[in-house]
């Protein structure tokens, strides 16, 4: 595998009881209930952490809250593009609880469909039922302690736009509810609301140590509360989770996961320098460490968690063909009101972002919806002033021009993050509008998958187009009787949608056949693997996810203390893999003058799988040849790692590992680094082709420090006639054998131009 440091800084991983993935809405029940009942517990989570006061405001703040390392952005906000969606979710200590609105909705007890056939083919079915999610609705609720919006109680029942959709819906005809929202507008339980008053910290403390008020009514709870008003994780579960031990560590991104053989997983991570101070680098190039744990919980949200499976099916055999299915974005849809014939829109800013909630409009052809008033805060009013500055419009062209070649060109690069920061410069963008929020039950047909490493979703909104259709009947019933115009979302233009709200691609079911995970979370095949966030919803809520993300994990959390036997299911046949194979021969000496020669052959077992893999690895068999050390030594068990991250940005690595058989049975280790990158001016002949070795006693596996210097070092070589006969031996079997060879052969000429290509 790439080559690794133990987290523990000593010869080995360091290794605990559980490890979360992620820090949302799934990883901070499971962190809290976990260490509650006295588990070591190390929750990953490759943001920073957001204390009150810390939420960026200024254009210059905004331009840079953006996740994207390759471009040296460490942001709260990570914008995603792909087929029929482009989607925003959050990375920071509290996931999505830190830019979300606050809304806690238990789903519709009859959307927990038994068996739904779905217009594009295929059904939707829910494994449980609203009785069992009911008593984690509670526990969850008990701990962020959402409250209806005070509609009733001043000031709050002076803000217009709550008024205002109120007002309107009973025009309509249509229900109308107040939000039940995770937000303090009391100083304590029982006491008077009021806006800005300090609020009183809970028994287990606060992790951040800044005061909290409550709410200000500005407007600004997606731009993250710098009042601390917000009941976010980072307030509640999280701070719970570390007075009861556990240990969170920001900038920590989880890359690989593989099991162990005594039932636990290894997880190689690496860490961000949030910071910003570092220059940019991409993940892949920094360097991985290793942590090893009992039981595994991913939480790292729909987008995170997905890729990590997907990243790593390799060193996961058996995970079913459900992996990467059931993706939809939970039927959010965003559109806008605007003023006209003397009538204007109430203001949007003041108040939370959501305050109220026209209820579920089921039993037409859409199935489903809700629709909810919409907010931001009014400093953001520069963004308008922004595109008419002198440089807004050119960026504007910029955008537009990049997203269309994007299109054209069918881009593997789904992250918006540089390309929006890059928009934005000074500011960009419209006020003078209340947006409209819908939520609803869209079809759950998109699949996920990988696209030259990257995350990739293939999913349209023309099977949902009943739902979308309703969705929108219902906004231009409330625009016409609030006396507003309607406005579409401009990317409806193109039938797409941004959604906030992405949820499947692992999940949960009754059969490995069809799903990813059990009812309770547990990946079939995988005992103690779980995935606890949306991932794992095998459709759309139908309402805001963010309270049934966290019921569930609370119902998986109390069955993983429950120390039951491990669920073992039958593990699906995998689909036929293409294979590849080559001999390498590379020759040289020993640094005291004996020769040296590796005859190796490489095994690629599945060609995808392994250009999709973060770390590249195949395996090796063959002999080394060195009088010195005994003759001719076979190769017990050996891995190849190609272009592996070097510890600089465009510096790559081969890597060898081969457990060698000396004489009389002697163990050996033969460890050995082809360096691209390392010297001034392209040299890439040599680099490729020079490996340096040394060979050590006894065996240690790829990544653990030998615990003995070595016995000798040398360098070989790959002559030009070795090339050329290593270029014919190869050989690809399978169903696909010309596409995996094509395949092959083009990461790895990308590979090589990363490293040596033109502006390094």
């Known amino acids: 595998m790439a080559e690794v440091s133990p987290g523990s800084g000593s010869g080995r991983p360091e290794r605990v009881g559980a490890l979360v993935v992620g820090s949302g809405f799934g990883g901070s029940v499971a962190a809290y209930r976990l260490a509650e ?59 999505g609880s830190l830019i979300y609105a606050n809304v806690l909705l238990r789903k519709e007890p009859h959307w927990f469909v038994r068996r739904e056939e779905l217009p594009g083919g295929g059904h939707e079915r829910w494994p449980l039922t609203r009785a069992d999610l009911d008593p984690h609705y509670d526990a969850v609720e008990s701990v962020l302690r959402p409250v ?10 002076r803000t217009p736009k709550t008024r205002a959709l109120r007002e309107a819906a009973g025009r309509a005809g249509l229900p109308w509810s107040p939000a039940p929202l995770a937000v303090s507008f009391a100083p304590h339980p029982g006491a008077p609301p009021g806006p800005g008053l300090p609020l009183t910290d809970e028994p287990y403390g606060n992790l951040h140590g800044v005061p909290r008020g409550t709410c200000r009514l500005t407007g600004e ?19 719970a989770a570390r007075h009861h031990g556990a240990d969170l560590r920001t900038g920590h991104q989880a890359v690989t996961v593989e099991p162990l053989e005594d039932g636990g997983y290894r997880v190689g991570y690496v860490v961000h320098d949030t910071d910003g101070t570092g220059p940019p680098v991409r993940t892949a190039d920094l360097p991985r460490r290793l942590i090893d744990c009992d039981r595994l919980v991913l939480a790292a949200g729909t987008y995170g968690t997905v890729h990590l499976l997907l990243a790593n099916r390799a060193r996961l055999p058996g995970l079913g063909p459900a992996l990467g299915t059931r993706f939809c974005g939970n039927g959010d849809l965003l559109t806008f009101l605007y003023g006209r014939r003397g009538t204007p829109v109430p203001p949007p800013d003041r108040g939370p972002v959501i305050t109220g909630v026209v209820g579920e409009a089921d039993g037409g052809p859409g199935r489903g919806h809700i629709v909810q008033d919409g907010g931001y805060p009014g400093f953001l009013n520069w963004l308008a002033e922004g595109v008419r500055l002198v440089g807004g419009a050119g960026r504007l062209a910029a955008f537009a021009a990049g997203l269309a070649r994007d299109h054209v060109l069918g881009s593997a690069d789904s992250n918006l993050s540089g390309e929006i920061a890059a928009l934005l410069g000074p500011g960009g ?34 099977t949902s ?29 193109w039938r797409r ?17 069809e799903a990813v995970c059990d009812p309770y979370g547990e990946v079939f095949g995988h005992p103690r693997l779980y995935v606890a966030d949306a991932a794992a919803l095998p459709g759309p809520v139908g309402v805001n996810p963010s309270l049934t993300i966290a019921a569930l994990a609370d119902r998986m959390s109390t069955r993983l203390l429950a120390d039951r036997p491990p669920r073992r299911a039958h593990r699906p046949a995998p689909a036929p893999a293409t294979a590849l194979t080559f001999a390498e021969v ?42 010195p050390l005994g003759g001719r030594l076979s190769v017990r068990e050996g891995w190849f790692n190609l272009f592996v991250p070097g510890g600089l940005p465009r510096h790559r690595r081969m890597l060898y590992h081969l457990h060698l058989d000396g004489p009389q049975g002697r163990p050996l280790t033969l460890t050995g680094r082809k360096e691209m990158g390392d010297a001034p001016g392209p040299d890439l002949w040599a680099d490729t082709t020079t490996l340096a070795v040394e060979v050590h006693p ?63």
């Open 37 to 95: 009942a006295g588990r070591s517990v190390v929750v990953l989570e490759r943001g920073r952490a957001y204390p009150p006061g810390s939420f960026p405001r200024t254009p210059a703040e905004l331009g840079r809250a953006l996740w994207d390392p390759s471009e040296g952005l460490y942001g709260l906000f990570d914008v995603w593009r792909f087929g029929g969606c482009d989607s925003l979710v959050a990375s920071g200590l509290g996931g």
């Open 148 to 157: 209806p919006y005070p509609v009733d109680t001043e000031p709050y029942a």
């Open 221 to 239: 709870c997606d731009l993250g509360c710098n009042n601390g008003a917000k009941n976010t994780l980072d307030h509640t579960y999280l701070s």
């Open 429 to 462: 963008g419209f006020p003078g509008v209340l947006p409209l929020l819908g939520v609803g039950r869209d079809v759950p047909d998109g699949v996920m998958g990988l696209r030259d490493g990257r995350l990739d979703v293939r999913w349209t909104t023309a």
């Open 465 to 493: 187009r009943a739902y979308y259709e309703g969705v929108r009947t219902t906004m231009r019933r409330l625009a016409d009787a609030m006396g507003t115009g309607f406005l579409d979302n401009p990317v409806w233009w």
């Open 497 to 513: 949608v941004v959604t906030v709200h992405p949820v499947g691609g692992a999940p949960i079911g009754d059969r490995p056949e």
């Open 586 to 627: 590379m020759r040289g000496a020993l640094a005291d003058g004996p020769g040296l020669v590796l005859r190796l052959t490489v095994t690629v077992d599945d060609v995808d799988a392994f250009i999709d893999s973060p770390d590249h690895r195949a395996a090796v068999r063959g002999a080394v040849d060195c009088d």
């Open 698 to 760: 006894g065996r240690h596996t790829p990544g653990e420090e030998p615990g003995a210097a070595p016995l000798c070092s040398g360098v070989v070589r790959v002559g030009r006639l070795d090339f050329v006969r290593q270029l014919a031996s190869m050989r690809a079997t399978g169903p696909a054998p010309l596409a995996a060879l094509a395949r092959f052969g083009e990461f790895f000429a990308g590979e090589l131009w990363g490293v040596y290509g033109p502006g390094r």
